[in-house]
């Protein structure tokens, strides 16, 4: 029998869905409390050794999250790790590679956060705090406001994420040029360039969308020189990590008035703390690192890790693997 650590609400979600996979697996839950249990039995975390585990994102911001990656980090038999999340910057995830460890991602996260940066760019283009504004003083005052229609988008990570807005981007009028390591042709963009050229495009980008994997080539990609060249009434999205940009450059460019605005998910220190001036700075709007958080990326998630369940059992190719 295979041995499946879970994250006990998780479980419930999907206990339905397993029921064909049932005289195949033993399953090992954590419950909210940080206790461990097999078929109602106690176990001790340090012994749990599974084989199999998914790691969602319920249990990545649950109180007892360390204890769930320590049983996962202590079960040296472990096989595989199913992601509820997209990147592996963290190095214990390096750690799983080097041992041999499969590991599968999500981007079910991805129609969320496209829809995400939609709403951020409409709600700034439309001038819709104005509105709201005249409204909160019954005003009837006549706000104008910009069109997606027609502007130019540069899209930095043309992954899930990026390929998700791109298509939303498009169905608006706008033009789209993706940016990623191997260009090629999309059908999701009009046009398609390497990272290097970005900052030749970016005095055309009415917004630039950042949604690339940290890496050392990524970090600080949105720096002086690059906001610098940004155009005035532009907007900058970052739905990636927050080391994507230079925090310190990005507040000086803001109070410079280029770009317009900034629409931030993620940040160089999370939570904010704070004292941080993202919080009160009148050209940005701050998220807590929730783009991706709706029913709809939960229900995709499941789908997927009971989808990848089956393809493990049966030994075919997992949807998602990450190659070392």
């Not at 909210?32 to 001790?44: D, I, K, L, N, Q």
């Not at 750690?95 to 999500?106: A, C, F, H, Q, Y």
């Not at 940004?230 to 460019?253: I, P």
Request: aromatic letters at 8%; hydrophobic letters at 45%; charged letters at 20%.
């Amino acid at each position: 029998m295979t041995r499946v650590l879970l994250y006990e609400p998780a479980y419930r979600r999907i206990e339905a869905m397993l029921a064909t996979l049932a005289d195949q697996i033993d399953l090992v839950l954590m419950n909210t409390e940080g206790v461990f249990s097999e078929a109602g039995r106690p176990v001790e975390r340090d012994t749990v050794g599974a084989d199999i585990a998914w790691a969602t994102a319920d249990v990545f911001s649950a109180p007892k999250s360390r204890d769930f990656l320590i049983a996962l980090l202590k079960s040296q038999g472990l096989k595989w790790m199913q992601s509820g999340a997209a990147g592996f910057e963290h190095p214990m995830f390096a750690g799983l590679i080097e041992r041999g460890v499969r590991l599968s991602n999500s981007h079910a996260q991805a129609v969320s956060i496209a829809e995400f940066i939609m709403a951020g760019v409409l709600d700034h283009f439309q001038n819709a705090a104005k509105r709201r504004a005249a409204q909160a003083e019954a005003k009837w005052r006549r706000v104008h406001f910009r069109e997606i229609h027609g502007s130019n988008w540069l899209i930095v990570g043309f992954g899930a994420i990026g390929q998700e807005t791109a298509v939303r981007a498009r169905a608006f009028g706008a033009h789209v040029t993706g940016v990623r390591r191997t260009p090629g042709a999309h059908p999701s963009a009009d046009a398609m360039i390497g990272p290097d050229q970005a900052i030749e495009y970016a005095p055309a980008a009415d917004v630039v969308v950042l949604s690339p994997p940290l890496t050392d080539e990524t970090r600080n990609f949105v720096d002086a020189r690059f906001l610098a060249a940004m155009k005035a009434n532009s907007v900058l999205v970052n739905v990636g990590r927050g080391a994507l940009v230079d925090e310190t450059a990005l507040l000086a460019a803001l109070d410079r008035g280029t770009p317009a605005h900034a629409l931030l998910d993620v940040f160089t220190t999370e939570p904010l703390p704070a004292e941080s001036p993202f919080w009160s700075h009148p050209a940005v709007s701050v998220a807590a690192h929730t783009s991706g958080f709706t029913e709809g990326q939960v229900l995709r998630n499941d789908a997927l890790f009971v989808e990848n369940l089956g393809r493990y059992l049966r030994g075919d190719p997992l949807l998602n693997e990450v190659k070392a």
